[in-house]
């Protein structure tokens, strides 16, 4: 595994400054945004992300191999991990299911074929979001930003509603510590299905469109195909045992969307 610290100072970009004492403040003593992870077996492709999360402020590791990334996401407990869906030795869609048993770290795959992503989606391998090769490191950059952004979500909505848990009938949604209960039993979602979740849970009364569930959980930045959103909420019914016609919790609002029901 290859460790690269956060390098905010390299080509091209300016030093920071204290702004009380006017002193440069150096890379080591500037804060980290967060930690990710980079799997992908193009080395030249692999350098290049690395070097741009390290000068967005990540503290980036890399590694070549489905393995190696299982095992570095144990040694390293990353924010986000951007994954490759081919690798030598076990696929991304393993690495991305084996992660998922232990970590709710975000996880944002990147595949050379367009058409995998619908078929990814639909195997629920329990990815944050997906971007086609040839990507520019600028928008992964942006990707990976939006959705370590994603927890404000929950913390807007936690201050416009000051509960320590949301209970819709025998459904328990605790925003604070990210923990959904059902009939007193836990329930266990994905970031992205939970954080649907919460963003419903957190206005009762209000139909949601797809779009606003993207800006919501993905970011305002967020192109693609909103019918991700439907997968995603069908996911979600399967674990609350919500039946569409009939949701409880999930409930469908024709011609615009979804709001969350009374339980
Ligand atoms: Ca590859």
Known sequence: MT??????????????VNSDTGAVIT??????????????????????????LSRAGFETDVVH??????????????????????????????????IRTFSDCYVIITTARKDEVDTLIGLSVGADDYLTKPFSVRELTAR???????PRTVDRAHRAE???????????VDPIGHEVHLDGKPVSLTPTERDLLMTMAARPGMAFSRRQLIDHVWGGGWVGDEH???????HLRRK????????????????????????
């Open 3 to 16: 460790k690269i610290p956060p390098n905010p100072h390299e080509v091209g970009a300016l030093p920071a």
């Open 27 to 52: 890379p080591e003593a500037s804060t980290s945004l967060g930690r990710a992870l980079v799997v992908e077996d193009e080395r030249t492709l692999a350098g290049m992300v690395a070097a741009y």
């Open 65 to 98: 191999a489905g393995t190696a990334a299982v095992a570095a996401v144990r040694e390293t407990d990353p924010d986000v991990v951007i994954l490759d869906l081919g690798l030598p030795g076990i696929d991304g869609i393993e690495v991305c299911r084996q």
């Open 144 to 150: 990976v930003q939006a959705v370590l952004r994603r």
């Open 162 to 172: 000051p509960q320590t848990v949301w209970t819709f009938g025998t459904l328990r």
């Open 228 to 234: 991700l959103v439907d997968v995603h909420i069908a």
């Open 240 to 263: 609350l045992g919500d039946d569409p016609e009939t949701a409880r919790y999930v409930t469908t609002v024709r011609g615009v969307g979804y709001r969350m029901g009374r339980g």
